[in-house]
């Protein structure tokens, strides 16, 4: 059911308890990052290498994920399209019993 034209979804806005949870987290928010200096030197190296991506997440934001493709696509995105809508296989290209969609 869409909600009415000119008013809210959430009318009481974000619950009260999270901005008091957030509030008191942000207080130890010095302490915990105090914390995390010292375990980087750590003599366990799992625990150096977490502190250490702990604060470099917190500093400079989580690196984006990239992905690279140096080959030849087998389809292009309208060959797959144009198979899902005739019903043949992505896979194989069987075809099933349909008529062909064009466009």
Known sequence: MPFEKGKSGNPGGRPKE????RELAKKY?????ERLVTLMSSENERTAVA?????????YGKPHASVEHSG???????DVVTRIMNGSSIE??????SE????
């Open 18 to 21: 999270v901005a008091a949870v």
């Open 100 to 103: 062909p969609v064009t466009h």
């Open 72 to 78: 030849q696509l087998a389809m292009t995105y309208d």
């Open 29 to 33: 928010g010095p302490a915990a990052i």
């Open 92 to 97: 194989t290209g069987d075809t099933e019993d």
């Open 51 to 59: 502190a250490c991506q702990a604060l470099l997440d917190r500093g």
